[in-house]
């Protein structure tokens, strides 16, 4: 369950983590855990492995805002672990105070990145290319990673669906880069874990720690992916037994007339995977292939052209709003302006110029 920022990690008991804890914490972030040396030990002595320790030390999660989620851990690892996403998330950041982990984006070439205390990692994930972790045993782990989670609660802020629409904007696949924490932002994440004060003063410090670091993460995002510097890991056209096939094509294109037709629909990927006769990570992998860009991304990309049409003809923002799927104008407003370059009332200004008749 995720808890409000209290009590401070410090102040959280230490506690044993078995491999049900770690699937458990997977099944809410949309993580799946693997135990290589773990699994293949207990299954040759045919041993159930959901209660064996692989883990001691302290996790904290925190429901910052709608949408926006933190993580505080600090643990000893006793057996290596793995750590793969499994559903998309609009943006990450992820900070090691001590210890190091390998991510690895799975892409044709197997790109891995070591990251360690003098480097951060920003990351958009999606259903083009999963990235996992490994995690050596014998180390202790530190870590706070801040995550924009749930593209529908993002809705409810329009600071935070800003900034995911600006994450999506730089790039229309998964991909992670590294760059150099600063002293300063070294010590953020460093009063994330043993924060200043208690009570409500720890709750507002907490919060805007984290928001600190997410605008850290995204600006070096941005940058990064404008000026093409710094280490990264691009990743390329995701390849799932090659290229679609023609009839791949051909289901991939009933997926994609769905979302242009009916965009008002609150689509889920399951039910899209079904109607594609595909699993959820194989539609993922191939309608990136095949357009060039995640499922949800073009959804959201044609709500957005669908508002801006509405908006043209003379209806309201709000109304626009609730028929792109925002439950509030301010909210829609942010995204449109994120993806067109300005706002829904612009939009509104310059269709009534162009419906005066011209003068001669």
């Not at 790109?111 to 920003?122: K, T």
């Not at 994930?125 to 999963?130: T, W």
């Not at 109304?319 to 067109?340: D, L, M, V």
């Amino acid at each position: 369950m995720k808890a409000a920022c209290t009590p401070p990690l410090e102040h959280c008991p230490e506690r044993s983590f078995s491999v049900a804890d770690f699937h458990q914490f997977g099944q809410r972030n949309a993580f799946g855990y693997r135990f290589p040396q773990l699994d293949a030990a207990l299954e040759r002595k045919g041993c159930d492995p959901a209660h064996c320790c692989v883990a001691k030390g302290r996790v904290l999660e925190c429901a910052i805002r709608p949408g926006l989620c933190l993580v505080l851990s600090d643990i000893d690892v006793l057996q290596p672990y793995q750590s793969t996403s499994q559903v998309h998330s609009e943006f990450a950041v992820c900070f090691l105070l001590q210890g190091q982990a390998d991510v690895r984006l799975h892409t044709r070439e197997e790109q891995i990145l070591r990251l360690q205390p003098s480097l951060a990692m920003s990351a958009q994930y999606g259903e083009g290319a999963a990235i996992s972790g490994l995690h050596a045993a014998g180390q202790r782990l530190r870590s706070v990673s801040v995550a924009l989670t749930d593209a529908h609660a993002l809705q409810e802020d329009s600071a935070l669906a800003a900034c995911a629409h600006l994450a999506a904007c730089h790039t229309s696949r998964p991909q992670v880069r590294a760059w150099r924490t600063s002293t300063h932002v070294r010590q953020i994440v460093s009063g994330l874990l043993q924060p200043p004060w208690h009570g409500p003063l720890q709750k507002l410090y907490m919060e805007g720690a984290t928001l600190q670091l997410l605008a850290c993460g995204l600006g070096h995002w941005v940058q990064g992916q404008a000026q093409g510097q710094g280490p990264d890991l691009p990743a390329t056209a995701a390849r799932a037994g090659g290229s679609p096939t023609a009839r791949d094509m051909r289901r991939l294109e009933q997926v994609r007339a769905l979302l242009h037709e009916q965009p008002e629909q609150a689509h889920s990927l399951h039910a899209l995977a079904r109607l594609a006769c595909m699993s959820v990570s194989t539609l993922g992998l191939k309608f990136a292939q095949a357009y060039g860009c995640s499922v949800f991304q073009y959804l959201r990309k044609r709500r957005l052209e669908l508002a801006r049409e509405q908006l043209q003809q003379g209806i309201s923002v709000a109304q626009a709003a609730a028929s792109a799927g925002y439950r509030h104008p301010a909210s829609f407003s942010a995204a449109f302006r994120a993806h067109f370059g300005h706002s829904p009332t612009a939009a509104c200004k310059r269709a009534w110029v162009d419906s005066l008749p011209c003068r001669t």
